[in-house]
Nanobody
Framework: QVQLVESGGGLVQPGGSLRLSCVVSGTIRSMYAMGWYRQAPGKQRELVATITSGGNTNYADSVKGRFAISRDNAENTVNLQMNSLKPEDTAVYYC??????????????WGQGTQVTVSS
């Protein structure tokens, strides 16, 4: 099976920084994209940032200039460096991966989420 496990969430003051990491495990034939989404209480899940296998990145307007997404050379982890955090960034952050397992069609996978709380 494919598993995505996030880490790095927590409580931080406004203006602070956090670095989220996600480890993807499983027998992967092709990795197409990885990224992060977030969901605040009572709101729909929204895109934060994605990165394709070719290195193209996409960011939500609200995080441009503050967040940076990256992946390691093995392409089994994805990171999100979050700087200048604001209370509006408070949400559960979900790791996302679009991949194809060996012998399976392309599909999307999600982690369980990690809580990020920005508060004084």
């Amino acid at each position: 099976q494919v598993q995505l496990v996030e880490s790095g969430g927590g409580l931080v003051q406004p203006g602070g920084s956090l670095r989220l990491s996600c480890v993807v495990s499983g027998t992967i034939r092709s990795m197409y994209a990885m990224g992060w989404y977030r969901q605040a209480p009572g709101k729909q899940r929204e895109l934060v940032a994605t990165i394709t296998s070719g290195g193209n990145t996409n960011y939500a307007d609200s995080v441009k200039g503050r967040f940076a997404i990256s992946r390691d050379n093995a392409e089994n982890t994805v990171n999100l460096q979050m700087n200048s955090l604001k209370p509006e960034d408070t949400a559960v952050y979900y790791c996302y991966s679009r991949l194809r397992r060996l012998g399976s069609p392309r599909d999307d996978y999600w982690g369980q989420g990690t809580q990020v709380t920005v508060s004084s």
